[in-house]
């Protein structure tokens, strides 16, 4: 069993923050596999289903981000897991927009939703990493990721969930390179073969001048040519 979490805050004001981009993720994942609808539970919301025929649960932490380990700790004590079987889907700045990067423990890098965490499962979760770039100086980080995308990232952003969704049998099944794989394919598509071929040369059409000489002219025909 895997229990896949999603870090935000709760409620219409943050619904498409920066910030939020977990709960998204989240989402995404929950309507392409069909999974039930969200409830109320472990201080957040869950919804149950399989991927690839493992039981997953999702849970999107309602305690606020900081506090988003509350919530986390409880759910995992009650299905009886370990922090590995646990992956997290976050903000990540320092990733440009549209980079999805998985790590397995680590730091906390300052982002108070994994220092929550931290402090109540321990650092040996997974880490699904989404970017959503730098604002430049870390006195703006707050205000940024606490306003909402731009119409301008509005499709890197969909690209990126459909990405998630694509590749969430391959996340849950442990296979963290097809995940990622998964989400590039939708940011750069392949090019489809069109399956046509070259387009031949045209035949070379002769011009009068160009023309063999007429080889029935008589000499003194010829002759007169070059006088014409």
């Known amino acids: ?9 709760p409620g219409p004001k943050y619904a498409r923050n920066r910030h939020n981009i977990g709960f998204l993720a989240l989402d995404q994942i929950a309507a392409d596999h069909g999974f039930a609808p969200f409830r109320a539970k472990f201080q957040g919301r869950v919804s149950e289903g399989s991927i690839k ?3 997953v649960v999702l849970l999107k932490p309602e305690t606020f981000m900081n506090e988003s380990g509350r919530s986390v ?7 009886k897991l370990s922090p590995a079987d ?4 976050h903000d990540e700045i320092d990733l440009a927009p549209g980079k999805i990067r998985v790590k397995q423990g680590g730091g906390h890098a300052g982002h108070n939703g994994l220092r929550s965490l931290h402090a109540h499962i321990g650092p040996e979760y997974q880490r699904v990493r989404m970017g959503v770039g730098h604002p430049g100086h870390k006195d703006a980080v707050p205000g940024y990721v606490l306003r909402d995308f731009p119409k301008a990232d509005e499709g890197w ?12 049998g391959a996340l849950v099944t442990g296979d963290a390179p097809g995940f990622m794989n998964a989400v590039a394919r939708r940011l750069n598509p392949p090019r489809p073969s069109t399956g046509t071929a070259p387009k031949a ?6 011009r009068p001048q160009d023309a063999a000489p007429d080889v029935q002219r008589s000499p003194l025909q010829r002759l007169a040519d070059r006088f014409r």
Do not use: Q
Request: a negative charge; hydrophobic letters at 45%; zero cysteines.
């Open 73 to 79: 700790g409880e759910a995992m004590r009650f299905y």
């Open 1 to 9: 069993m895997r229990l896949l979490v999603g870090l935000g805050n």
């Open 53 to 55: 025929g493992e039981k």
């Open 201 to 206: 040369a045209e035949p070379k059409t002769e």
């Open 86 to 89: 646990i992956a997290v889907f």
């Open 157 to 168: 952003l969909d690209d990126v969930l459909r990405g998630v969704g694509d590749g969430a």
